[in-house]
């Protein structure tokens, strides 16, 4: 009686699969568009941080970094706003503590979305290879009513193909655009650990004056 059932739900073919990783697509473009620009004005503005941060310690001045620290628009920027704020009650030790703290909070704003890329990119064929079998199972069905008709069973699987076709063209982009994200992620808190770092040393300095 279940399996019944279970073949009648099948044999509705495979299109509501196609419509799905349809749906699936339009959401992972929405989402690599939105990171793409989100991170560029991020990566963008920390990379500037950086450079100004080598001259800086080219001309051995890291009072520098009081300039940076009232960029608000950059990450690195108001990190060492709360940093230099808390070095003068906490000393070095609040220093790193509140750097750490702040780092963690902001990284999940920066993987915004980004679990949903990775997932995608993982489970897209798989899913077009659900509509594939549902669609095999129909083509089978279809075959055992058309007395014997080997054009229909084929027709129907290379329908059934498509699924998983488009799962993989949907897969493909979500993982390329979400290994891209990841290194500019990487990339962004790199130069911000460059930045405490400076930001320690300065207030070891200030500390032992």
């Avoid at 473009?29 to 990566?43: D, S, T």
């Avoid at 450079?51 to 001045?61: L, M, P, S, V």
């Avoid at 129909?138 to 080997?150: H, I, V």
Wanted: with cysteine; glycine share 8%.
């Amino acid at each position: 009686m279940l399996t019944q059932k279970l073949l009648a739900v099948a044999t509705a073919g495979s299109d509501w699969i196609l419509y799905l990783l349809i749906f699936l697509s339009i959401c992972s473009i929405a989402v690599i568009i939105e990171r793409f620009f989100a991170l560029k004005n991020i990566l963008g503005q920390s990379r500037k941080i950086a450079e100004r941060a080598r001259e800086g310690i080219k001309a051995n001045d890291l009072k520098i970094l009081e300039d940076l620290s009232k960029n608000h628009e950059a990450l690195e920027g108001r990190l060492l706003e709360y940093a230099l704020r808390y070095s003068n009650s906490k000393g070095p030790e609040g220093v790193i503590e509140v750097m750490n703290s702040y780092v963690l909070m902001e990284k999940p704003g920066l993987e915004k979305n980004l679990g949903f890329l990775a997932t995608l990119g993982s489970n897209a064929a798989f899913i077009g290879l659900l509509g594939t079998v549902l669609g095999i199972v129909r083509a089978f069905a279809d075959l055992a009513g058309s007395q014997g008709n080997p054009g229909a069973v084929m027709s129907g699987i290379s329908e059934a193909l498509v699924a998983t076709a488009v799962g993989i063209f949907v897969a493909i982009p979500a993982v390329a655009a979400y290994n891209y994200f990841q290194k500019q992620v990487k990339q962004i808190l790199h130069n911000a650990e460059s930045i405490k770092q400076l930001c320690l040393a300065y207030t070891l300095s200030k500390s032992s004056k």
